[in-house]
C-alpha cells in the first residue's frame, strides 16, 4: 500500500511539473526574445537562449510611451478598486452570513448566479449609464462598482466568515456590542487571509483589465498600462524585442506580488473552501 501511494505522488507531482513547464514556456520565451538582437530574433529555426544578450529592447520599449505615467495611473486603478472591493464584499458577506432578514437566502443565492452573465452582455448598458452621468473618459467606472461588492469575493467571504463561531458574536451583542463594532472587531481579524485572497484576486484583475480601460478612458494621458501596451503593440507590431520587453517589465510586479504573497494567498483560499 506504502508502494502504491509513492507511485500515485510521483505521477501526481511528474503530471504537474509537466504542465508547469508547458504553461512556464511562453514566459521564458517572452523573457529570452526580450534579450535577443534583432538578427537573433528572425532567425529560424527559433534560437530561445541567445548568445549575446541586449538590453537596447529594454530601452526603446520603456520610451516608446510614457511608461511611469501609466504605472501611476495603472496603480491608482488597482489600489482604489482593491480597496473598494475588500471593504464592501466583507460588508456584504457579514450581512449575508450573520444579520437574520427575510429573504437574506434568496440574495445570496442570486449573487453567485450574476457571475453567469458575461460583462459583454451589460457592457452597451453600463457605458450608456456611466456616460449620462458623465463619468466616460474618468476613473470613476473603473473603481466605483468595485464598492458595491463583487459576487465572488462575498461568496468566498461568506463562507469564511460562517466558521467563526456564532457563539461569540451573540456574547458580543450581550454586553452591548453593535453590529458594526463586532464587524470590525470580531469577524474581521481572524479574517485577514482571507482578505488578503480577496485583495489578490482583485488587483491582480485591475492591473490586467484592458477592456474597462479601452471602453471608458479616451485621453491618452489616462490610459493604463494594459491599454497603453495594446496601442504599442498595433503601432509597433513588428518590433517584437521593444514589445516583449515593455511586456516583461509590465509583469514582473504581478509575479512578485504573487510569490511574496503566495502562501497568504493559498491559505487564504483553502480556508474559505472548507468553512461551511
Known amino acids: 500500500m506504502m508502494y502504491r501511494r509513492l507511485m500515485r505522488a510521483m505521477a501526481a507531482h511528474a503530471v504537474l511539473i509537466a504542465l508547469g513547464i508547458v504553461f512556464l514556456l511562453p514566459f521564458v ?3 529570452t526574445t526580450s534579450l535577443k538582437t534583432v538578427d537573433v530574433l528572425n ?3 527559433v534560437v530561445w537562449f541567445p548568445d549575446k544578450i541586449t538590453f537596447s529592447n529594454y530601452v526603446d520599449g520603456l520610451q516608446v510611451f510614457p511608461f511611469a505615467r501609466y504605472f501611476l495611473n495603472t496603480m491608482i486603478v488597482c489600489v482604489f478598486s482593491t480597496l473598494g472591493a475588500v ?3 466583507s460588508f456584504i458577506a457579514y450581512g449575508l452570513a450573520y444579520i437574520d432578514r427575510p429573504g437574506r437566502n434568496v440574495v445570496f443565492v442570486a449573487l453567485p448566479a450574476t457571475m453567469m452573465i458575461p460583462f459583454y452582455v451589460t457592457m452597451v448598458p453600463l ?3 456611466f456616460r449620462e452621468m458623465g463619468w466616460t473618459n474618468t476613473y470613476l467606472p473603473l473603481i466605483v462598482p468595485h464598492f458595491f461588492g463583487g459576487p465572488f469575493f462575498v461568496f468566498l467571504l461568506r463562507q469564511f466568515f460562517r466558521g467563526i463561531p ?3 458574536l451573540d456574547a458580543a451583542r450581550v454586553d452591548g456590542a453593535g453590529e458594526l463594532r463586532i464587524y470590525a472587531r470580531i469577524v ?3 479574517a485577514k487571509r482571507a482578505l488578503a485572497a480577496v485583495a489578490l484576486f482583485q488587483f491582480l484583475a485591475a492591473w490586467g483589465d484592458l ?3 479601452l471602453i471608458y478612458l479616451s485621453d491618452s494621458d489616462m490610459y493604463t498600462l494594459s491599454l497603453g501596451l495594446t496601442y504599442y503593440s498595433t503601432q509597433y507590431s513588428t518590433q517584437f524585442g521593444p514589445l516583449l520587453a515593455a511586456s516583461t517589465v509590465i509583469i514582473i510586479p504581478v509575479i512578485v ?3 511574496l504573497a503566495q502562501r497568504t494567498f493559498i491559505q487564504g483560499i483553502t480556508l474559505t473552501g472548507v468553512k461551511g
Open 29 to 31: 520565451w517572452m523573457v
Open 43 to 45: 532567425t529560424f529555426p
Open 87 to 89: 471593504l464592501s464584499s
Open 127 to 129: 457605458f450608456s449609464l
Open 166 to 168: 456564532r457563539d461569540l
Open 188 to 190: 474581521l481579524p481572524p
Open 211 to 213: 477592456l474597462g480601460p
Open 257 to 259: 506580488l504573487f510569490f
